[in-house]
């Protein structure tokens, strides 16, 4: 199996000189992979039983995706996002990479990494033509979301996971991590700075939507679809429900309100949700729905215990752990890594909001935007843009790095100095209880 997974992560990263899509490829090797594990499984009714399982949890982060782009596709269609992008005004390159890189660190600690890529990628388009200096500028929404999810409960799937189990609370997660979380994005953003596609671009970026209108009930639109997406988080922690029936709410409102506002005017089609479905893409989903059921494959056979228990045996220091769970998180998907931790640690080895605990939730976050396949915001962005596998890993992977590495030392250096930010800071209405 881990064989099988090797070839296909070449696949996937050879796709462009290979010509096959890497939907294709995500799809065909997840199938195989699970015919492998009924094989090997005790009994096919255990195969099928782990298969359901994931499954489950597979189809949650899928409709979760395709409500979250469907939204941002229905107000990209009404081009409601002309009223944030006429509200940034700078148009010199590196001062944008700046304001991208801050809005969406903001922005995806309320909601998430994968919806804030999707939102802040759809206004690139909007601000930025297509050019080396867009990708830039998406790669810095990947870094920037991945570390904006970091040091908040809901902002990443990981740290969500750490949270509902009680390794982490509220508070004290975001008062200590949101200090390695700005230097993991400040780091990057101050070294891009420099590169040519940044520093040498003779021009200042064009206003692309300079001729568009909005149109009709454009800004009843967009509050209602960013209110939706905003009300995810909040819908949870209400009900206690999967963030994507939040998001499925959402879309039905939307769904209705265009229908509603848009009631018999023919040539305003294409501002309806049938028409936004196909519009996203599709693929993209398709090809996370590959990727994730071959990631739980392995895990269902037990192969990433066994490189947790390795780490645990070969790797004595706690922090080396971590950021090892964080480098190998560039590669595999974060969420079964850290499901096989917590399964390793119980609260008796390391205590609620202990060193270990907030370090992998740092970790497992930032640690996926080394690589363009290492996150969920990643995925997206290379969806979304057809972004190539090497292209990522010459142009960004190294800035990402320093920025994980730096974090790292960032937290260190706070833990060990007894240094945090007020408390204040970190009080969020609905995140008032740990």
């Not at 501002?271 to 090809?287: E, M, Y």
């Not at 972004?387 to 833990?415: N, R």
Request: proline letters at 4%.
């Amino acid at each position: 199996m881990a064989l099988l997974f090797g070839l296909g992560y070449a696949g996937i990263i050879f796709e462009e000189s290979l010509a096959f899509n890497k939907s294709g490829v995500g799809l065909l090797m997840a199938v195989s992979l699970w015919v492998i594990r009924s094989i090997g499984a005790p009994s096919t009714e255990v195969a099928v039983s782990e298969l359901s399982h994931a499954s489950a949890e597979v189809s949650e982060i899928v409709f979760f995706l395709l409500g979250a782009m469907t939204i941002v596709e229905i107000v990209d269609a009404h081009q409601g996002f002309k009223l944030v992008t006429d509200n940034i005004t700078t148009r010199k390159p590196r001062t944008l990479l700046w304001v991208i890189g801050f809005v969406t660190f903001f922005l995806s600690s309320v909601l998430d990494n994968l919806t804030s890529t999707i939102v802040m990628v759809s206004l690139l388009r909007k601000l930025v033509p297509p050019s080396e200096y867009r990708k830039i500028l998406g790669a810095v929404v990947v870094i920037a979301a991945n570390a904006g999810g970091a040091w908040t409960p809901i902002g990443d799937v990981t740290t969500t996971m750490l949270w509902i189990h009680g390794q982490i609370s509220t508070l004290q997660t975001m008062k200590d991590l949101v200090i390695p979380s700005i230097v993991s994005l400040a780091v990057p953003l101050a070294l891009m700075s420099f590169t040519s596609e940044v520093n040498g671009k003779g021009q200042d970026a064009a206003d692309v939507l300079a001729t568009e209108q909005m149109a009709p009930r454009g800004k009843l639109v967009f509050s209602v679809g960013i209110g939706a997406l905003v009300f995810v988080p909040v819908f949870k922690s209400l009900t206690g429900l999967p963030p994507y029936m939040g998001m499925l709410l959402g879309l039905g409102v939307l769904w209705i309100l265009t229908d509603a506002i848009h009631y018999g005017e023919s040539e305003r089609q294409r501002l309806k949700v049938p028409q936004a479905l196909s519009r996203i893409d599709t693929q993209g989903a398709l090809f996370f729905l590959g990727i994730l059921l071959s990631v739980s494959s392995l895990e269902a056979a037990g192969i990433l215990r066994e490189l947790a228990n390795y780490l645990d045996s070969h790797i004595p220091n706690i922090e080396l752990i971590a950021s090892s769970i964080g480098v190998v998180s560039a590669i595999i998907d974060n969420v079964p890594l850290v499901a096989a931790t917590m399964g390793m640690y119980d609260l008796t080895s390391f205590p609620r909001d202990s060193e270990f605990w907030q370090l992998v939730a740092y970790c497992a976050g930032t640690g996926g935007s080394m690589l363009i396949i290492g996150s969920a915001a990643g995925v997206a962005f290379m969806g979304m843009e057809k972004i190539d596998f090497f292209w990522y890993f010459k142009k960004v992977t190294g800035f990402a790095f320093a920025g994980y590495a730096a974090g790292i030392a960032a937290y260190l250096a706070v833990h060990n100095l007894s240094i945090s930010v007020p408390t204040t800071l970190a009080e969020i209405p609905f995140l008032s209880g740990s």
